[in-house]
């Protein structure tokens, strides 16, 4: 997962359990809700710079940090991502 990504969602990871946020992270344990995951959209399309199609939002992308990662990464051109986007590794909140 990118850097950036991890980075958009460790502020609710924060208050959660403080645990490194991986691909297997439940969004709805961060206590992302619904009204958070609007939020959470505008700031990934923001950010990426991409908008994510309307078969995309849904529960099952807004899952797991690694569905919704998936979901982000399939909108993101080739020349756009960073170095880090392949990566499945974990980073500590």
Known sequence: ????????????????????????????ALGIDSMGAIELLFTLEDTF???????????????TAGSLWQAVAAQISPGQSSPDQSSAGQVAA
Do not use: V
Not at 49 to 63: K, V, Y
């Open 49 to 63: 710079g991409i908008s994510l199609p309307d078969t995309d939002l849904n529960d099952e992308t807004f899952a």
């Open 1 to 28: 997962m990118d850097p950036r990504f991890i980075e958009i969602l460790r502020p609710s990871a924060d208050g959660a359990t403080g645990a490194a946020i991986t691909p297997e992270t439940d969004l709805r």
